[in-house]
């Protein structure tokens, strides 16, 4: 359910509208109605009352969504006293969910909101850096980035459940990839058997099993493909690996990652399996011999459905420079678009709601100077479920302070 | 992943830092047509050390023709030409004739620049694929390692030198790590594709020295013996260069009178009396506006110039400081936030730090950025100006261009498309500003080591080989 704030009426007029679920509309009206989208194109009757935003010569998407991210959940990198992504200690912490720890308050939220990025995946472990080599990190939660308190900002929770077949989740599985493969197979066994036979499990009447309860018991929407499983894989091998155990468990993979993908992208388009792709990884490690900057574009061009991440938290406000560099490397501009919009949204199962500009959707809305991936182009307004949302942030407050020196404190 | 790299680079290795170092016998560069001549690396009556041996490649005569061209000298020239020859800009202008041997290129549409300098990399010493065996940036065994040489560590087969290079970047200065108070010498190089460190060094350029202040010292030297406060940071340069003094002392009179044996020779002493003597310029790594404060403090007390504060995420608030001081701020566009010495960073900085009259750069510390100075000089650019701070292309440019030669010591070879400068190039598919621009060639000292189009002259390094 989600939840929206004010009852309110506004019509964006006169902008060149990139509803992503069709062609562009020069000189459209996008009219949001209680947090949602009322109408958009060429002849919407303006209701009296409405406050008018005038988007000509302006460019209008939808909110800009980030494929991952720890938004809320971070808000200083090398703080540990602010980093609630991880429950430590539980290499099968399929059972933690990370909404709870998300904090409204973070200043993480306006510094990029404000910068057309409207709605994240905040995700358990960090697909930057693993966090303890585990193997399944959590459950991650689709939020957009406003609200008050979690369960205003919530869409979807949970959204996905993470897992990491990369180099980094070698540690807790021994120490070879194939242990890691083997474990994630008993995992997924031992959450079937559990299934079957809870009661036997209650009275102890089971064999050991390789996680407890409350993990395996968060796995069942996994097995029943309700939830789908985020895999972090980069090498080709790797993210061969997990298309086998998605096909053998009938499982609903999303691969985040997928620096060679490049190499398969028939292989992963004929499995049906999305991939998160951050484009401007290029820096080769043994986990991703062949990274590369084309990879999305690669990807995308081999019918593999393609969504971009930005990794650094921070900056998530970079996505749409992820965006801009994917075009500059062969992906067409309109792909880069549905990447950060509609594709994310159907990723993670709320296309319904999320990702374009029509008619019922929640109203996500950006007008942007221009075009939304170029750094000429500066955001004039943010909507989040039809509020507008303050270009603030303490940033902003910062450049006041110090504009002119010596500042007034 | 970008932020892997960026984390490892920062928080564990402390790989960001300043400094960095190579000496000549005097403060000035010397001029562009002596840079091919074996630099004089005397350190202070010290004979030539480690020198370049740097060569230009031997190459025709090149001219672009009906590009944009981007001097960073003050003009945007369209319709232009550029002619290069022997290593050297000929001219620069709207007909510009060419020798009949003159390879001739079309950039219909396309921009030229210089080439790209960034004046904070750690390729090399923080080499690709980024395990222990290429973790060579920090000497982490004491807090002062004025000793270190950064050109001693640097892998000239690091695989991300070629993605730099298909970047428009065609030199860098690579610095020891932020670990330590005091991190070593840099090592300012020609981004080329040869086999020795030495090949690489930018003849007459002038050696830095790496120095870090904040977080990272106290981090890695907390539990092993301090410092463990800022306080205890600022009581180890002192230190450090309070031995440097009496050091410098000994050895210039010795030089001037040559009386007895020469005074026994200390690798870090004589580091940092060449910062005593302005010969070594100080890079200094440095967050939060009160430290640079008491760094600038620092250098009154001890009579030298801190050449430019790196990453100096909070330079905005002291900018005035900085411009009546005359040292230099690189920054990031919009980095912040990784740690608490960083949360104040915001995008206007380095507009703001022009403003002022500083002399502002943007630049990398980080291999993923090097790629992309250009997109970053352009965020920071256009953020100024939406916030209403005026910035002109041109200004934009010279940040990661002619100041960041400044930075170095070698504006008068590097860093602007004039008549009598190296001829380093970028030929670009775009404009450099936008997010879709692309380095199709660049030419380094005149020889042609990218070209987009051509896998000829596309270097691969020896590591590159056989991978997928």
Same mark, same amino acid.
């Given at each position: 359910?989600?939840?929206?704030? #004010?009852?309110?009426?506004?019509?964006?007029?006169?902008?060149?509208?990139?509803?992503? =679920?069709?062609?562009?509309?020069?000189?459209?009206?996008?009219?949001?109605?209680?947090?949602?989208?009322?109408?958009?194109?060429?002849?919407?009757?303006?209701?009296?009352?409405?406050?008018?935003?005038?988007?000509?010569?302006?460019?209008?998407?939808?909110?800009?969504?980030?494929?991952?991210?720890?938004?809320?959940?971070?808000?200083?990198?090398?703080?540990?006293?602010?980093?609630?992504?991880?429950?430590?200690?539980?290499?099968?912490?399929?059972?933690?969910?990370?909404?709870?720890?998300?904090?409204?308050?973070?200043?993480?939220?306006?510094?990029?909101?404000?910068?057309?990025?409207?709605?994240?995946?905040?995700?358990?472990?960090?697909?930057?850096?693993?966090?303890?080599?585990?193997?399944?990190?959590?459950?991650?939660?689709?939020?957009? #980035?406003?609200?008050?308190?979690?369960?205003?900002?919530?869409?979807? =929770?949970?959204?996905?459940?993470?897992?990491?077949?990369?180099?980094?989740?070698?540690?807790?599985?021994?120490?070879?990839?194939?242990?890691?493969?083997? $474990?994630?197979?008993?995992?997924?066994?031992?959450? $079937?058997?559990?299934?079957?036979?809870?009661?036997?499990?209650?009275?102890?009447?089971?064999?050991?099993?390789?996680?407890?309860?409350?993990?395996?018991?968060?796995?069942?929407?996994?097995?029943?493909?309700?939830?789908?499983?985020?895999?972090?894989?980069?090498?080709? =091998?790797?993210?061969?690996?997990?298309?086998?155990?998605?096909?053998?468990?009938? #499982?609903?993979?999303?691969?985040?990652?997928?620096?060679?993908?490049?190499?398969?992208?028939?292989?992963?388009?004929?499995?049906?399996?999305?991939?998160?792709?951050?484009?401007?990884?290029?820096?080769?490690?043994?986990?991703?011999?062949?990274?590369?900057?084309?990879?999305?574009?690669?990807?995308?061009?081999?019918?593999?459905?393609?969504?971009?991440?930005?990794?650094?938290?921070?900056?998530?406000?970079?996505?749409?420079?992820?965006?801009?560099?994917?075009?500059? =490397?062969?992906?067409?501009?309109?792909?880069?678009?549905?990447?950060?919009?509609?594709?994310?949204?159907?990723?993670?199962?709320?296309?319904?709601?999320?990702?374009?500009?029509?008619?019922?959707?929640?109203?996500?809305?950006?007008?942007?100077?221009?075009?939304?991936?170029?750094?000429?182009?500066?955001?004039?307004?943010?909507?989040?479920?039809?509020?507008?949302?303050?270009?603030?942030?303490?940033?902003?407050?910062?450049?006041?302070?110090?504009?002119?020196?010596?500042?007034?404190? | 992943?970008?932020?892997?790299?960026?984390?490892?680079?920062?928080?564990?290795?402390?790989?960001?830092?300043?400094?960095?170092?190579?000496?000549?016998?005097?403060?000035?560069?010397?001029? +562009?047509?002596?840079?091919?001549?074996?630099?004089?690396?005397?350190?202070?009556?010290?004979?030539?050390?480690?020198?370049?041996?740097?060569?230009?490649?031997?190459?025709?005569?090149?001219?672009?023709?009906?590009?944009?061209?981007?001097?960073?000298?003050?003009?945007?020239?369209?319709?232009?030409?550029?002619?290069?020859?022997?290593?050297?800009?000929?001219?620069?202008?709207?007909?510009?004739?060419?020798?009949?041997?003159?390879?001739?290129?079309?950039?219909?549409?396309?921009?030229?620049?210089?080439?790209?300098?960034?004046?904070?990399?750690?390729?090399?010493?923080?080499?690709?694929?980024?395990?222990?065996?290429?973790?060579?940036?920090?000497?982490?065994?004491?807090?002062?390692?004025?000793?270190?040489?950064?050109?001693?560590?640097?892998?000239?087969?690091?695989?991300?030198?070629?993605?730099?290079?298909?970047?428009?970047?065609?030199?860098?200065?690579?610095?020891?790590?932020?670990?330590?108070?005091?991190?070593?010498?840099?090592?300012?190089?020609?981004?080329?594709?040869?086999?020795?460190?030495?090949?690489?060094?930018?003849?007459?350029?002038?050696?830095?020295?790496?120095?870090?202040?904040?977080?990272?010292?106290?981090?890695?030297?907390?539990?092993?013996?301090?410092?463990?406060?800022?306080?205890?940071?600022?009581?180890?340069?002192?230190?450090?260069?309070?031995?440097?003094?009496?050091?410098?002392?000994?050895?210039?009179?010795?030089?001037?009178?040559?009386?007895?044996?020469?005074?026994?020779?200390?690798?870090?002493?004589?580091?940092?009396?060449?910062?005593?003597?302005?010969?070594?310029?100080?890079?200094?790594?440095?967050?939060?506006?009160?430290?640079?404060?008491?760094?600038?403090?620092?250098?009154?007390?001890?009579?030298?110039?801190?050449?430019?504060?790196?990453?100096?995420?909070?330079?905005?608030?002291?900018?005035?400081?900085?411009?009546?001081?005359?040292?230099?701020?690189?920054?990031?566009?919009?980095?912040?936030?990784?740690?608490?010495?960083?949360?104040?960073?915001?995008?206007?900085?380095?507009?703001?730090?022009?403003?002022?009259?500083?002399?502002?750069?943007?630049?990398?510390?980080?291999?993923?950025?090097?790629?992309?100075?250009?997109?970053?000089?352009?965020?920071?650019?256009?953020?100024?100006?939406?916030?209403?701070?005026?910035?002109?292309?041109?200004?934009?440019?010279?940040?990661?261009?002619?100041?960041?030669?400044?930075?170095?010591?070698?504006?008068?070879?590097?860093?602007?498309?004039?008549?009598?400068?190296?001829?380093?190039?970028?030929?670009?598919? +775009?404009?450099?500003?936008?997010?879709?621009?692309?380095?199709?060639?660049?030419?380094?000292?005149?020889?042609?080591?990218?070209?987009?189009?051509?896998?000829?002259?596309?270097?691969?390094?020896?590591?590159?080989?056989?991978?997928?």
């Amino acid at each position: 359910m989600i939840a929206f704030l #004010l009852a309110q009426t506004i019509a964006i007029t006169g902008g060149t509208v990139y509803p992503v =679920s069709g062609p562009k509309i020069e000189h459209a009206t996008v009219l949001i109605r209680d947090g949602r989208i009322a109408a958009v194109g060429t002849n919407v009757a303006v209701p009296a009352g409405a406050t008018r935003v005038d988007a000509s010569g302006k460019w209008v998407t939808p909110g800009l969504i980030d494929g991952a991210g720890q938004m809320g959940l971070r808000e200083i990198g090398v703080v540990q006293g602010t980093s609630e992504y991880t429950q430590r200690g539980n290499d099968v912490a399929a059972g933690f969910n990370v909404l709870e720890g998300i904090n409204p308050a973070s200043t993480l939220i306006a510094v990029n909101r404000m910068e057309g990025v409207t709605t994240t995946l905040a995700v358990p472990g960090s697909l930057g850096v693993p966090p303890s080599g585990g193997l399944i990190w959590g459950q991650a939660a689709l939020i957009d #980035l406003d609200g008050a308190t979690i369960e205003t900002m919530q869409i979807k =929770s949970p959204a996905a459940m993470v897992a990491g077949l990369s180099e980094a989740a070698k540690d807790a599985s021994g120490g070879s990839r194939a242990a890691v493969a083997q $474990r994630l197979r008993r995992v997924l066994n031992d959450a $079937r058997e559990y299934a079957t036979r809870r009661a036997d499990y209650r009275r102890r009447q089971i064999q050991d099993l390789s996680a407890s309860a409350a993990d395996l018991e968060a796995l069942q929407p996994v097995l029943r493909g309700d939830l789908p499983l985020l895999v972090v894989a980069n090498r080709r =091998s790797d993210i061969e690996t997990a298309l086998r155990i998605a096909k053998e468990y009938k #499982l609903r993979l999303i691969l985040a990652g997928a620096a060679e993908g490049w190499m398969i992208p028939g292989e992963i388009a004929a499995a049906g399996v999305p991939v998160l792709v951050e484009p401007l990884d290029n820096i080769p490690s043994y986990d991703a011999l062949g990274i590369r900057y084309e990879n999305a574009p690669l990807l995308a061009k081999g019918g593999v459905k393609v969504a971009l991440m930005e990794t650094a938290t921070e900056n998530t406000r970079d996505l749409r420079q992820q965006a801009g560099n994917a075009v500059a =490397s062969g992906m067409t501009w309109e792909q880069a678009l549905r990447a950060v919009t509609l594709t994310p949204a159907e990723i993670f199962g709320v296309a319904g709601q999320y990702g374009s500009l029509e008619a019922g959707k929640v109203a996500n809305v950006v007008v942007w100077s221009g075009d939304p991936f170029e750094f000429s182009t500066g955001v004039e307004h943010v909507f989040i479920r039809g509020r507008e949302i303050p270009l603030r942030s303490r940033q902003t407050e910062l450049l006041e302070r110090y504009r002119t020196l010596p500042p007034k404190y | 992943m970008r932020y892997f790299a960026a984390g490892f680079g920062l928080i564990l290795f402390a790989g960001c830092a300043s400094g960095g170092a190579r000496t000549t016998s005097s403060g000035a560069p010397p001029a +562009a047509s002596a840079a091919a001549a074996a630099p004089q690396d005397t350190a202070g009556g010290i004979g030539p050390q480690y020198p370049s041996t740097y060569q230009r490649h031997p190459n025709p005569p090149v001219i672009i023709r009906n590009a944009t061209i981007m001097t960073a000298a003050g003009q945007e020239i369209q319709g232009g030409s550029i002619l290069f020859k022997d290593g050297r800009i000929v001219a620069v202008g709207t007909s510009v004739q060419a020798p009949s041997d003159a390879v001739v290129v079309d950039g219909t549409g396309k921009w030229v620049t210089p080439g790209i300098i960034d004046v904070h990399s750690h390729l090399g010493v923080y080499a690709a694929p980024g395990t222990f065996a290429e973790s060579d940036g920090n000497e982490a065994t004491q807090p002062v390692t004025a000793e270190v040489w950064a050109e001693h560590s640097f892998w000239p087969q690091d695989p991300q030198i070629p993605l730099a290079i298909a970047g428009g970047v065609t030199t860098i200065q690579a610095l020891p790590g932020s670990a330590n108070l005091i991190g070593g010498r840099s090592a300012v190089l020609k981004l080329i594709p040869v086999r020795s460190v030495q090949e690489m060094k930018f003849p007459g350029a002038h050696y830095g020295l790496k120095m870090a202040c904040g977080e990272n010292p106290k981090r890695v030297y907390g539990q092993r013996g301090g410092p463990s406060t800022r306080m205890g940071n600022m009581a180890g340069y002192r230190a450090a260069f309070i031995q440097a003094q009496a050091y410098r002392r000994r050895w210039d009179k010795w030089n001037k009178d040559h009386q007895g044996d020469p005074p026994e020779r200390n690798l870090r002493n004589e580091s940092l009396a060449e910062v005593l003597r302005g010969n070594i310029y100080v890079q200094n790594h440095c967050y939060r506006a009160d430290e640079m404060m008491q760094m600038l403090d620092l250098a009154h007390e001890f009579g030298f110039k801190i050449r430019a504060f790196h990453h100096a995420v909070e330079a905005y608030k002291i900018a005035d400081v900085l411009a009546r001081e005359g040292t230099a701020v690189a920054v990031w566009a919009d980095w912040w936030g990784f740690k608490e010495e960083a949360m104040d960073g915001i995008h206007e900085s380095a507009a703001l730090v022009q403003q002022a009259g500083a002399r502002a750069d943007i630049h990398s510390d980080d291999p993923g950025g090097i790629q992309r100075l250009n997109q970053e000089a352009a965020k920071a650019m256009y953020y100024g100006r939406r916030a209403g701070i005026p910035v002109t292309r041109d200004q934009a440019l010279r940040w990661f261009t002619a100041n960041a030669a400044w930075v170095l010591g070698i504006d008068s070879i590097v860093g602007t498309l004039e008549p009598g400068k190296m001829a380093d190039v970028v030929l670009w598919s +775009a404009d450099p500003l936008s997010v879709y621009a692309q380095a199709l060639q660049v030419y380094n000292d005149g020889w042609l080591v990218y070209d987009r189009n051509d896998p000829a002259h596309q270097p691969k390094t020896d590591f590159t080989l056989g991978q997928p």
